[in-house]
């Protein structure tokens, strides 16, 4: 009687351990982790996938000749450099004949940026395109305007003009001399 009785409390024994330590261990602690290890494996294979999207983009890039690249940064600069802005007004004035006075650069208002729960920036409604507007004085003849609007437009800095003011001095009109009251709105990526 005693050989039965020994199995059975075992049996007893090893329904009650799993019924009270192993099924809710394993349904609560372990199923738990093993839906964050599932978690974790999706963002590893996101970070695999964008890896290899950014290796891929970054042989485009390097494919691209190094005087065309420098190009596109010229034409669509990441920052504006103002030093750099107003030396090249200065040069294009040069070679036109036309001198430049009362500069003055006006930044954009900044708007507030949507962030969303996750700390993320929301571009959603906003440009990806930042301006600058320049004001300055020109003072020349009206062809060596012409000349200077037109090195302005056919130059690598995206720009408009937004206004231009002709005013006429007296004796400087009757010798040919106009200022011009001329803004312009640069451009460049955010």
Known sequence: MNSRIIPIILVIGSIALFALYVHPTYTQSIATLSGEIKGYDAVLASAKRFKEKQSDLSAQKSAIPLDQLARLEA????TVDNVQLILDLNALAARSGVSLSDLDVALPEKKDEQIDGSGRISLTGQNPIETLEVSLSITGSYGAFRTFLAAAENSLRPLDIVEIVVTDEGAEA??????????????WLR
């Open 75 to 78: 034409f669509l600069p990441d």
């Open 174 to 187: 009757a010798a040919g001399t106009h200022n011009y009251d001329v803004t312009f709105r640069i451009y």
